[in-house]
DNA sequence: CGTGAGTTTGACCAGATGGTCAAATCACCA
DNA sequence: TGGTGATTTGACCATCTGGTCAAACTCACG
């Protein structure tokens, strides 16, 4: 028997609202940064009154929050398919090119992230340096047992998982420059085939 | 003779007043972002009243403006340098080693582009569409000169332009997240023999 | 020195912003 | 259908923020 939960389920309203205001969260805090957002923005782009959008979340900062930690296993779950027995050059360029779709299909989450670590990284900075950090730290061990095998170049692991991380976000958060500078053309069109270059040359034992 | 001037020599107070305040916005700016700067922290940095600093500059705009433009020059400096009679591919390695200096060396400087950029670049597309373009066009068409020669590999010219920004100026921008990554390893230690070992593998002819 | 330009400041303002609250309205089901 | 808890809102508040202004002060130079 489901003992009985000290918090109800929530109601069919609660789901719809709660998922509306961190819909257009996103869209405001990734434009803005946090303190460039404003509480009557968000509301406004969720349909609803400011007091009302405070009815489901205490603060502008619990639903900043909130849509941290809600997105950071999507954020890093590339990563974690990071594979040991699959085959080393072809793991770290699904990783890549996983990460270069998010960058195309999930612009304003990479964006999110990219203000908050431009600016210090106030709110998740601890996150990092345990969560993150343990994770990079595990998979940067795999990369180098790859290496010692032989199956990849050897090269800085830790650096490599950074500069996939650059190379990828990179045309999500600078998409304004990256535009500007490529006028019609598509970015990810070229983008894919380069990055790919880069790793195959970069990898091959 | 001097034809007399409509407007005065600054002052000896007037010329360090406003490379304090431009020095503190830097601080400021780079650190919180357009928005989440304000007057009097900018103020207060710079040793002076608020009022005092609205003395030298029109508004919070003006001041961000002054620094942006005055920076833009110092950024893309490297990118100018890229020298058609060189040896192409030294000449890369080159401008890739300068922005990677820039990055230990200007750290705030490159946090006030990203900030821009990653909220759209509402204060600098202008800027961005005309005269970063025309750079970025010239020294592409070098890039591609020297690949039609086969001194260098084929790649898309301004992904590998894009690939040397985003590389290198990861290491400013997303410092916080590195390090939280690397613990107690100096970041540039590592990056500049990993990046370098990139760009000649990639362009390798 | 005295004087006018250059510099500094306390007091102030209007608008924006995060957040509160009591009252009104709505949705569900016994 | 009535009642109860969930939802919504208009009015309001305190604080922050960019910016103004007149008055006071300082400096350089004749």
Redesign the interface.
């Known amino acids: 028997m489901k003992p009985k939960a000290k918090e109800r389920m929530p109601t069919r309203i609660q789901k719809k609202n709660r998922a509306a205001i961190l819909e257009a969260a996103l869209n405001v805090f990734s434009?803005?940064?946090?303190?460039?957002a404003t509480v009557d923005q968000i509301a406004a782009e969720a349909g609803l009154s400011k007091p009302n959008l405070l009815y489901y979340f205490p603060s502008k900062e619990a639903i900043h929050a909130a849509l941290l930690s809600g997105l950071l296993d999507t954020w890093l779950d590339p990563l974690r398919a990071l594979d040991e027995n699959g085959d080393p050059l072809e793991e770290i360029l699904a990783y890549v090119r996983r990460k270069l779709q998010m960058s195309k299909e999930l612009p304003r989450e990479s964006?999110l992230f990219?203000?908050e670590?431009?600016?210090?990284?106030p709110r998740i900075?601890d996150t990092?340096?345990s969560d993150?950090?343990a994770l990079?730290?595990e998979k940067a061990a795999l990369l180098e047992r790859w290496m010692d095998q032989g199956r990849i170049a050897r090269?800085?692991p830790?650096?490599?998982i950074?500069?996939i991380?650059?190379?990828t976000?990179?045309?999500a958060?600078?998409d304004?420059?990256?535009r500007?500078?490529?006028?019609d053309?598509d970015p990810f069109e070229?983008?894919g085939?380069?990055?790919d270059?880069?790793y195959r040359?970069?990898l091959?034992p």
């Open positions: 434009a803005h940064g946090f303190r460039g964006r990219a203000n670590l431009v600016q210090g990284a900075h990092l340096s993150l950090k990079v730290d090269v800085h830790y650096h490599l950074f500069s991380w650059s190379l976000q990179h045309y958060d600078f304004v420059q990256v500007a500078v490529l006028g053309e070229g983008a085939p380069f990055i270059t880069v040359k970069l091959a």
